[in-house]
């Protein structure tokens, strides 16, 4: 525990295993190149030089909502001090973004990603209109619109909304009552407990088309609170009851019960039990998240529910059983995320989608059975259930997500007979697992598929696996946290198989080593040489087919290796400098490239560019290239690469990461004035970085917090996956 000055802003530095608290230093950077701040002005326009980049200032008078526009497409970002903040509109393209400021606080504003080399922007107090019940208003798509309410009465309101979407609700002195993003097409509802003459502000804005939304006063009966919608059936908008076992009514009002809407049993701590009756067929978004005390879910028989949306039941910790209905054909993302008592679950016969992380953290669990009827389950779907022994994966599921399975308690798999693609991570940690026998329908194996499975000693590979990913059967993670499998330890040095894949050179490959890959062997894992420096030669038999990722990462006195026709796929990660080194052309190269940017646009993925370093400064190779064995510029840690880049395509380098595994990386990208990360995952979809030096500020963050975009410089070199 420690008592720090509120208004400062602070960051965890992390050292190895070992972290401190700092004080963030971080200033913004005059737009104008003088050095000084810039503070901006309510009502002014302001014309921001791309070139410069740099950050504005901002003061406000009064605690109020104010308004961004600009003429121009442009990324905007708001912070107090070095946190975002939170408004609402579009912030990506002309923007249109209304957020609250307090009084006396210090904002900090970076436009960044303009098509022009100029934008004009504005900042003006938010003008806002008023709203009464049982009128409809549009929120125009690209566009944010604050509406001041003031209600009749006191009781509960329904906010409805015919579209995709959000609203920020404020009170009378602009502090956050309610934050809801509208996910329904067809529409959704939202409850909220005015008091009679005070002013709340709505903040309302589109996401993919215009939207209409309406304020109504909602009914109360018997504690539910609810609304009559258009297709004359009732839609439960809240519970405020005192009943401990609840009967969701068949009817209100003579009218059909078919909904339970969005977070309207949400952190009621008086239920224990609840019924759903058949004619329910929609659970909204969180209706039950966090019930702290309740147990048992009955859905009555004939349940016409067709899908648990998401985090529907999340963080009910007590809840000990539950039955899905066979009518239901999705589970989705975070259903039952850490509903730590449920042991006892069975799924539904028609069951077709398991989400992502829909299961994860259910501790209690000890056994599951999959259906036939799963065609796909998610990432993470059963992560962290620390108790599950068994799993059974019925006969339609042809792919185990990543992470699907990680950290349980398995020792047992059943496996159906679909079972095609063992994913990423998919049984990593499993640590009483001693016994694998893959099924012989299984042709590949990702990255880490089994990883950490510390007792895993008996591993039955078929010959229809013809690809594993990096380290399948080792440790989990740099700080050797589950530890190789009890196979792979007891695997000689030297060639490591697993079946009919070259699995790893295991141990440090001798000077001037030649590796002959045996006849008949299908494909080389991931890894498989990674870092074996003095690997002078490898030799692939034609009946290989694939070579899987960084295979050959930096090996850096490999000289020959002669690809078979037999090969049709190579995995990601090259190493240019075996251009200077004689063992392939700059065509070559640029037809690795076209190859790359031709494979990610069918994917909807387009590269601005790629640049690469063809030299190297060692001499001394019979096969080298004399007229790239030469010092450069481009080559890291100088910055030419990163320079031409940022002229060509009008880069601000201050707003830019440069991403890589070693530290040359980021000296690389200090020495351009980059921010930088130094990563330690296998991919930038799930990386995660161990340093990151942004403008002064050492931290702890992973891509999937908007790390990256378009339009940036973000350099990867030789990072995994990448």
Known sequence: TCALPIWNAYYLAPYGRYWCIKQSEYTPIDPGGSGGKVQVKVGETYTHDMRKGGFYEFIPEETASYHFRSNENVKLEVKERIFEINGIGTLEGKVDYSVVMRAGSVYWIHLYEMDAATVTWTIEKTKTKTAVTGTKYTAVKGGSDTYDFVPSKSGDYSVSFNGKGGVLVYDDAWNEIKKYYPEEADGSRVVLSLEQGKTYHFAVAALEKDMQWEIESAKTKNGFVYTNLADNTVEILKYTGTESNVTIPDKIDNKVVKTLGAESFTENETVVGVTIPAQVTNLQYGAFASCTNLKKVTFAQGSQLK???????????????????????????????????????????????????????????????????????????FTYCTSLEHVTIGNKLAYVAKSAFSWCNLTEITWGDGIAKIGDSAFACNQKLTTVSIPDTVTELEYKAFAGCVELSDIEIPDSVEAIGGYAFEKWDIYNEGGDTAWYDAQADGDVYAGK????????VPTDTVVTIKDGTKGIAGYAFYMQRNLKEVVIPDSVNNIGEAAFMDCISLKNVTIPDSVNNIGEVANQPVVARGLCGIEDVENIHRKLSSLLGKEGVFLDDILFCPHHPDKGYPEENPAYKI????????????????????????????????????????????????????????????????????????????????GSTVCAPQVPGA
């Open 631 to 710: 010092p450069c510029e481009c080559r890291k840690p100088k910055t030419g690469l990163i320079e031409q880049a940022a002229e060509k395509y009008n880069i601000d380098l201050s707003a830019s990461w440069m991403v890589g595994d070693t530290t040359m990386d980021i000296q690389t990208g200090i020495n351009a004035g980059m921010r930088t990360a130094l990563g330690t995952a296998n991919s930038l979809a799930d990386i995660s970085f161990i340093a990151v030096h942004a403008g002064g500020i050492n931290q702890t963050i992973t891509a999937g917090n908007g790390l990256f975009h378009r």
């Open 307 to 381: 899908k648990i949306k998401e985090e529907t039941f999340e963080h009910c910790q007590k809840l000990e059983e539950i039955h899905i209905p066979d009518s239901v054909t999705q589970i989705e993302k975070g259903a039952f995320y850490y509903c730590r008592s449920l042991s006892k679950l069975t799924l539904g016969k028609k069951l077709e989608v398991i989400d992502n992380n829909a299961f994860e953290g259910c501790s209690s669990l000890k056994q599951i059975e999959i259906p036939d009827s799963v065609e796909s389950i998610g990432e993470g779907a």
């Open 501 to 508: 894949v070259y699995y790893k050179y295991k141990g440090e």
